[in-house]
């Protein structure tokens, strides 16, 4: 049988990645042009700006994946683009690519949910076994996704407000730490000391909704009050009890999670995966119950790969679309 070649896209917030993925488990090429240093200086990814960037970026890092894959037009089954959710006018800059081709190739198209690339850049490193629960955190998302079965998500729990990589960038930023914060966060976590009470927000609810934005307020609080009388703030112990305070969230509802549905394999997807604090958090409270599976870090932020992981499912399943697809900002599952 033929290796199913699926060329993906993603550009939903502000990276522009192109990849090439065999039978959706083999990456032969995963380029991503990150465009970080453009929106630092506003303190936060400046929707403009990254359409425009992925504009310049798309036609080049399509033409990197292919030659690094060593794959021509001829040999791809298919075409895969995140369609949503993420920025409208970066996800529209994808699709259009990804239809280009689709069209001047006669190949199928698939619309991939960008969450549900999250969830399947596991399926790179290990065989998903169903029921699964993924714990999807980012920059955009925090959400406990139950799969049932190849391409069957159901929201367990989501965000009342913010997300928590949104709620790291939001703190980072009252720190003075550059967007994005959470890997320098995470790193004074491991050296400071967990001297203040923040609120764990939504912790006794019996239910597995997140909260984060109440965090946020108690450090802006908590560093006014100490402008105010002109005490000192220990920035590293700021980060160690915010991300104390999240990771008991994050844990305690994952727990919760697994107490209710039970699963084989639990995953945790999306940019901050990337977190130490809660991957040693994580193995040492829930091995040897399930199988963890943490995608290596260069799978956990946004990539194409991941898309064309999915897209491997939904071609299977003949989940194609056409030229009508369009860019869907809030899609959900
Ligand atoms: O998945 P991603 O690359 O983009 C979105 O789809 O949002 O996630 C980016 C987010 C940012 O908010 C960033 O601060 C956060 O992931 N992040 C981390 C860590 N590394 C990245 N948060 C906590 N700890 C980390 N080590
Ligand atoms: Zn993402």
């Known amino acids: 049988q ?89 996800l529209l800059v994808g699709l259009m690519a990804a239809k280009a081709v689709s069209w001047a190739h006669d ?41 049932s079965a190849p391409g069957q998500f159901h929201i367990l729990g989501d965000t009342r407000d913010d997300a928590v990589g949104e709620a790291y960038d939001k703190v980072g930023r009252l720190l003075g730490v550059k967007y994005p914060a959470g890997k320098t966060l995470d790193q004074w976590a491991h050296e400071g000391q967990d001297t203040y009470d923040f609120p764990r927000a939504m912790l006794q609810e019996d239910n597995l909704d997140f909260s984060f934005s109440g965090i946020k307020s108690a450090v802006i609080n908590t560093l006014h009050h100490a402008q105010q009388i002109g005490a000192p703030i220990n920035k590293k112990d ?22 209710q549905y039970p699963c084989a394999q639990l995953i945790v997807a999306g940019g901050v995966a990337a977190n130490s604090g809660l991957r040693e958090r994580l193995t040492a409270e829930l091995t040897p119950q ?15 790969a991941m898309i064309g992981a999915y897209a491997a499912v ?20």
């Open 238 to 259: 700021v980060a160690t009890s915010f991300q104390n305070d999240v990771l008991d969230i994050l844990v305690t509802k994952t727990k919760r999670a697994l107490a």
């Open 107 to 147: 190949l199928p198209l698939i619309g991939v949910n960008h969450l549900a690339g999250h969830i399947y850049a596991a399926n790179l490193v290990k065989s998903l076994q169903y029921p699964a629960l993924a714990l999807v955190v980012s920059g955009g998302h925090t959400e406990l996704v139950r799969v």
């Open 290 to 304: 399930v199988e963890l599976i943490f995608p290596p870090l260069r799978l956990c932020g946004d990539n194409a």
């Open 2 to 90: 033929n290796p199913i070649n699926i060329l993906a896209f993603e550009s939903s917030c502000d990276e522009t990645s192109v990849a090439v993925v065999q039978d959706g488990k083999t990456i032969l090429s995963n380029i991503i042009a990150t465009q970080i240093k453009s929106h630092q200086r506003f303190g936060g990814v400046v929707p403009e700006v990254a359409s425009r960037h992925h504009v310049e970026q798309i036609i080049h890092c399509t033409q990197l994946a292919l030659q690094e894959a060593h794959i021509k037009y001829e040999q791809l089954a298919a075409v895969a683009v995140t369609y949503g959710p993420g920025l409208v006018g970066s």
């Open 314 to 333: 939904a071609y299977q399943q003949r989940n194609f679309s056409d030229l009508t697809l369009n860019a869907d900002p809030s899609l959900d599952f």
